[in-house]
Structure formats: C-alpha cells, structure tokens
C-alpha cells in the first residue's frame, strides 16, 4: 500500500479551505493549522456579514498586481463563475444575485459559507487544529519541519495577509516566503475607506450617492473622517499608492454623473429664475440630499452674504455646478490594514509557478489566496481569487 503524502496548510481561510476539500484523498493526508480558535474569521466578515462568494461578471480587467496580471488569466478560465456556482450549489450553498453582479449565499450569512467548508473539509478527513500558531517552518531531508515537531511532504501558504489583523491576520506567510528566497512586494492598504482633510465634513457625514471617480461609478459615503463606499473601495488601491510617495492626493468626484456640465447649468439658472425667492440650500434641496447641498454651497466659496437664490449671478452657478461636477478631496491616508478589506502587494509572482502554485526556489512549498501579489475590484473578485488558486493548486497536486 502506497504511503499518503502528507500536507499541512498553514491558515483556515478561504482558500486554504477551499483547497483541503479538493485535496483529501485516499492518495493525501492534509492537516490545516490555523492560529485562531476557528476557521474562516476573516471569511465571516466578509460581504459586510453577507459573504460575497464571486461575482457573475470575472474578468482579468478586475485584478491587478505589480507583475504582468496576465499571468493568471488561466486560472480565471479554469475556475470560472459557473465552476464556482456549482462547487457551492454541490455542498448546500445557493446563489443570490445582488447589485453590479455580486454574488451571495441565499442565506445572506457569512456563518453559512464557513459552516459548509468547514463541513466538507471534514468529510473529507481533513485534520483541523485550531489555536496552533506556525511559529517556525523548516526544510530538512525532504521534509517540512513546522514548530520543531510536525513534520510533512508538502506545505501550502493560505495565511492571507495583513489586512484586518483584528480578525487573526499577520504578516507570517510573508516571512515565511522571504524564508525561502522569496520578495515581498510591500503591501499597502486596498479596499479601505480614505481620510480626507477637508473642512465641514461633519455637515454631510452619512449622505450616500451614487457618484463618479476617474470613470468609475459607485456607490460613494461621506464620513466624518473622509469617504467611503464601494466607490472609493475600488480606487483606494491607486491612492494608497500614491500616498507612499506623496503626502496628500488630489481627489475630483462628480456627485451628480447622470447630468453633463452645460445641462446642470441650465437646469440651475432657470430654478434661479422659477425658486428666485428660496433660500439658497433649499432652493438645491429636491436636485440632492439637503447635508449634501448646504456642503456643495460651502465648498463653492459663494459669497456668504448671498441668502437667497435670486442673488445668485451667473458666476455663482457657474461655481456650485464646477463644486458639484468637480467636489474636490484632499487624501491624507487610508484607514490603513486595520480596517481595509485585502492588502495589494505579496509575494512576486514571477518566482511562483503559476501552472501548480509552487515555489520556483523551494519544492513542494506552494503559496495561494491573498499572500500573493494579487488582488481585485470591491464585489466578490477577491473571494474569486482565493477560490481559483486554491482549485489550480489541487488540481496539479491530485494530478
């Protein structure tokens, strides 16, 4: 009778879960060993407590990294949306369908996607032990030595990143690579909500639109610190950025994207003429949220001895629609790892290979999910990733 190989995953996530299903077999032995006293902490946050497994729409367009992100163009072909809905359909979780293709379990609980990987991982005999920290990871006569007493073939890195520490995450897969020859592109802070130094913030904190950054459109929440929003999520990557080499970042939002410069300022110069009469916030009030209007008229640096809209000249139009077309910010930093959802930077992919996720300097070290330099758009393409590396890794291990 052969002897199985043996595995050890370091970290309980998702894709470390996601790949133990898929790797338990008569032909392996696969232990995870995660340092928190459960699985999938970071997992039952995700989606907002909802969980946004993928997204219907998976695209490389949605990922990026600081290497050529054409690189996993395969794995996103191989593990495609309809893999992932029928891989969850297969072990109880349904789909549901929400805004700009994300994708949650019917159930709207996070706990629902822990619970079933967690479940079938252990159907399929794989060894869970919670509350055990790798401290200390080691090669020797072809083995992997872990903490000086366990011993094994193969070792997967699913150890995540930095992001959210709070919820167990630390920086070990990233020693562990640098360990054995590896470079770390250094992570900064994405999908994270950005402070902003502007003044009178606290008029407006709370209002959501739906607004308009560098192209991209979303929802976009002003806060008493700065902004939030799935908006902001998707550009805060590029901020961050820019924030290593600059001390603050200019910021244009268009909050009313649905009406082209000239045609705001029609429709503002004949309100002038119709609400002439109403003071200036409420003659806004109706076009927008009224915290939104009393901020766009402080920001446009009208004359504030100007009460009433029939005071208003063309000038002054031409100004409020500039503030609302144009609302500047001024980024000063990101929320940082503490509360940003995935970290851009990891391991360089060009010394993994890619065709089974293994390390090119040590054999039978293999990294996967979020450790990587890999990471995606707001709306599930994370989640997708550590799904797709996780299944391209088994499957060349089975194989």
Not at 34 to 56: D, F, P
Not at 296 to 319: E, P, Q, R
Not at 321 to 335: N, R, S
Request: charged residues 25%; hydrophobic residues 40%; glycine residues 6%.
């Amino acid at each position: 009778m052969n002897k199985k190989t043996t595995i050890a995953i370091i970290g309980a996530g998702a894709s470390g879960m996601f790949a133990s299903i898929f790797l338990s077999s008569d032909q392996c032995d696969v232990t995870i060993l995660e340092k928190s006293n459960k699985v999938g902490k970071k997992l039952l946050a995700t989606g907002n407590g909802r969980c946004n497994i993928t997204n219907q729409k998976i695209s490389l367009e949605n990922f990026y990294s600081n290497s050529n992100i054409s690189l996993i163009k395969s794995h996103l072909l191989d593990f495609t949306y309809d893999d992932c809905e029928a891989f969850f359909n297969k072990i109880g979780i349904e789909f549901k369908l929400g805004q700009n293709g994300r994708v949650y379990p019917l159930s709207l609980s996070s706990s629902s996607v822990v619970d079933l990987l967690e479940y079938e991982s252990l159907q399929n005999n794989t060894k869970i032990q919670c509350n055990y920290e790798v401290t200390n990871l080691k090669y020797h006569n072809k083995k992997f030595i872990i903490n000086n007493e366990k011993s094994y073939d193969k070792v997967i890195i699913a150890t995540g990143s930095v992001a959210m520490p709070k919820l167990g995450s630390s920086e070990s897969g990233y020693l562990f690579a640098r360990q054995f020859g590896h470079k770390i592109v250094p992570p900064v802070a994405s999908l994270v909500q950005l402070v902003s130094s502007n003044k009178n913030l606290d008029v407006v904190s709370g209002v959501k639109i739906e607004a308009v950054i560098d192209n991209k459109r979303g929802d976009f929440l002003f806060t008493k610190y700065g902004v939030s929003g799935s908006l902001i999520l998707d550009i805060s990557r590029k901020i961050s950025k820019q924030l290593l080499s600059e001390k603050t970042v200019k910021m244009v939002v268009d909050t009313m994207p649905d009406f082209s410069f000239n045609s705001l300022v029609d429709l503002l110069t004949k309100r002038m003429v119709t609400l002439k009469e109403k003071e200036i916030y409420l003659w806004l009030d109706g076009l927008m949220n009224k915290k939104l209007a009393k901020y766009i008229i402080m920001s446009s640096k009208i004359a504030s001895h100007i009460k009433y809209a029939k005071f208003l000249s063309h000038k002054d139009i031409i100004s409020i629609v500039t503030t609302i077309k144009k609302l500047e910010f001024t980024i000063t930093e990101t929320k940082g790892f503490e509360s940003c959802e995935v970290c851009a930077g990891g391991v360089v992919l060009s010394e993994i290979n890619l065709e089974n996720m293994e390390s090119k300097y040590q054999k039978n070290l293999y990294f996967i999910g979020e450790v990587l330099d890999i990471d995606g758009d707001c709306g599930g393409y994370n989640l997708h990733w550590a799904w797709s590396s996780a299944y391209r890794l088994s499957k060349s291990i089975k194989n």
